[in-house]
Every structure is written in C-alpha cells, then in structure tokens.
C-alpha cells in the first residue's frame, strides 16, 4: 500500500461502494465530496501522530523510535474503512445542519459509530510500517525530441527505488501528445524522495494500461527516451506502493481504565 503521506486512500468512487446515496446527498446540499475525504485524513493524522508518540514512553529502543513516526506509516484496510466512515459521517453531519434532516443525523452518528469500531481495530491489529520510507513521485516532464517515429497519445508513470528492491506509489500519469516524427524524453521533475536510489519508467497508450519499459532501475540523474516502435506492451504494471516491513501494535501502549 500507498505510504498515509502520499494522501487519501479512499476515492469518491470508494465512498459510494459503502453508501449508494452519498454523490446524490452530496449534489442535493453542495457538499464536496473530495473536501470532506481531505478532512478526515486530517483529523487521523492527528490521531495517528497521537497514538505513535503514546508508545515513544513505553519503548527504549532508540532505532525503533527513529523509524516508527508517521513518515514511516503504510496504508491499511483497516486504515482505508476507518476513513471511509469518517469521510461519510462528515458528509452526513453537513447534510443535517443543512436541513435539520433526522435521517441525515442519524445516518452520521451511525457512520461516526462504524468508524469508532474501526479505529479500535486498527489499534488492535497495529499500525504497518516501513523502515525506509519513499514518497510517491510527482509527474515525471516529457519533452519531444526528433525522431524517426509515429506519434500519438501517451501516458506515462514513475516510481522511486531502492536497494531494498522496493518500490514508492506511482506518480500520477502524464499524457503527452506527441506529432509524427518525435519521441518522449522523460526526466524526474524534482530531487528524488530521501531513500531513492533509482527509478522506472511505466508507459502506454492508455492511462489504464502502463507496462514498466526498463529491465533494472535507472539512475536517479539520468532520463529516458520512449520511442513507441520499441515500446514494452506487457510485464510489469505499476504497483501499489512499498509494503510494511513489519506491524507495530498500539493496543499494549493504550492506558486502560
């Protein structure tokens, strides 16, 4: 999964797979959507960053302690239900004060309840986290450069490596336009994230359907030309981001009573 700080897990098409009315309440009372997804994952950081720094008193272990801040946290389930029903328990709370609707009230109160229960499990299950953690890569920059090539509509996506063999999140895809005659050369549109040794290049003709067009990790100085007659049209897509390296429980942190 995603690292919590490359942003939202959960999208509006998510949010309707929990709550079918959700996009026609939101219309109906000028509620944006995306907004309110943004505030929840807000308010978890707070609570996260809060539940981390409980245990930073119960454990003496100075390079544990160096690796486990919020930096370092991984995308859940239980992390993506718990906002899910943040997000609609807002949405439903602004429905109510709108109109003073009861069914809106009492469908936020439910959805705040439903999202309790989930914030109690993920601290009984523990929060995953990765010892180097890479941030999720901006939009690479694709310049047209000269070449004996038929041009068309391409998209292209980049992800950070290490020496781990992992991988980041995958940036959000570019589409280039590209006239007869040229190909794309790709570079890295800032410094690379902390950790980053190397990167690759995802590309296609569609923006569902990017295949990795480098056998090993290009150097992070380096850039990349994408001639569409030798383009890779099967392999490796773009993953989903580096995976835990271990769980970190919270529940043996929480006072009791």
């Not at 949010?15 to 009372?29: H, I, P, Q, R």
């Not at 309790?116 to 901006?138: F, H, I």
């Not at 005659?181 to 690379?192: M, Q, R």
């Not at 030798?230 to 897509?237: E, H, I, K, P, V």
Request: net charge negative; hydrophobic share 40%; glycine share 8%.
């Amino acid at each position: 999964m995603a690292l919590f700080l490359d942003g939202p897990a959960v999208t509006v098409d998510r949010l309707t797979e929990y709550d079918s009315n959700v996009l026609s309440v939101a219309a109906a009372e000028g509620i944006n959507l995306t907004t309110k997804i943004l505030i929840a994952q807000e308010a978890m950081h707070l609570e996260i960053v809060r539940l981390l720094r409980r245990g930073e008193f119960n454990d003496n272990n100075t390079l544990a302690l160096q690796t486990r801040g919020i930096d370092n946290v991984v995308w859940s389930k239980a992390m993506l239900v718990w906002q899910v029903y943040r997000s609609l328990a807002l949405i439903y709370r602004d429905a109510y004060y709108s109109q003073l609707n009861d069914r809106h009230q009492a469908r936020a109160k439910e959805y705040e309840t439903l999202a309790n229960s989930a914030r109690r499990e993920l601290v009984e299950y523990g929060l995953g986290l990765v010892t180097a953690p890479m941030k999720q890569p901006p939009q690479p920059v694709g310049e047209l450069v000269a070449a004996t090539e038929t041009g068309g509509t391409f998209y292209f996506s980049v992800g950070y490596t290490n020496d781990s063999g992992q991988e980041s999140s995958p940036s959000s895809v570019l589409s280039v336009e590209v006239a007869d005659g040229n190909a794309v050369d790709l570079t890295l549109s800032t410094s690379p994230a902390t950790g980053a040794t190397g990167w690759n290049v995802y590309a296609g003709t569609a923006p569902e359907n990017l295949f990795r067009q480098n056998d090993n990790p290009l150097p992070l100085t380096s850039d990349w030309a994408y001639l569409p007659s030798l383009a890779l049209t099967t392999g490796a897509r773009p993953g989903i981001g580096q995976a835990p390296d271990r769980h970190w429980p919270l529940h043996r942190f929480l006072q009791r009573g």
